[in-house]
């Protein structure tokens, strides 16, 4: 997130003496630490710096740190989460049926209501066996006279 904000002279002299720190310990060699001296001098952005100190134990001069993450909230402290329940069917139509036996006219007008459900039922039924039974006839006579002769069909 910082890696690009341009860096000072300061910053670039501490990071100078960290890595002749490390070459005092013996975790740089010379070759090493003039290479990453003149990397250090022409450095230019955060993200520089940590490129040259990324494998060393101590972490360079980092900058404005990015925010880090919280603690996680407990599930006793985390809002809780609702969810949307759709109507139940079961009991709607348990209360129908029962509205249909007790009612002295609702019991013809629920029976005329299956009986016009079951009718058009019946009727998509029959024109889907139609329409399925053309579709499969145009199909086989297709396949047997093929598609090129128009006459035949």
């Known amino acids: 997130m910082y890696d690009n904000m341009r860096i000072s002279d300061a910053e670039r002299e501490q990071v100078t003496a960290r890595l ?3 070459f005092a310990e013996g975790r740089l060699t010379s070759e090493e630490l003039d290479e990453r001296l003149t990397a250090t001098l022409s450095a230019k952005t955060y993200g520089d710096l940590r490129g040259i ?12 740190q ?18 949307r329940r759709r109507p139940r069917f079961l009991p709607v139509a348990l209360l129908i049926l ?13 029976f005329a209501f299956i009986k ?10 029959i024109a889907g066996f139609v329409t399925a039974s053309r579709i499969r006839r145009r199909a086989r006579h297709t ?4 598609y090129g002769e128009p006459w035949r069909r």
């Open 20 to 22: 002749r720190e490390h």
């Open 53 to 64: 100190m990324a494998d060393l134990p101590e972490p360079g001069p980092l900058g404005p």
């Open 143 to 146: 396949a047997h006279y093929g």
């Open 116 to 125: 016009i459900a079951l009718l058009a039922w019946l009727v998509l039924a």
């Open 98 to 110: 029962f509205a249909a036996l007790v009612l002295p006219g609702a019991g013809w007008a629920f």
């Open 66 to 83: 990015p925010p880090q993450p919280g603690p996680v909230p407990s599930a006793w402290t985390a809002r809780p989460v609702y969810y």
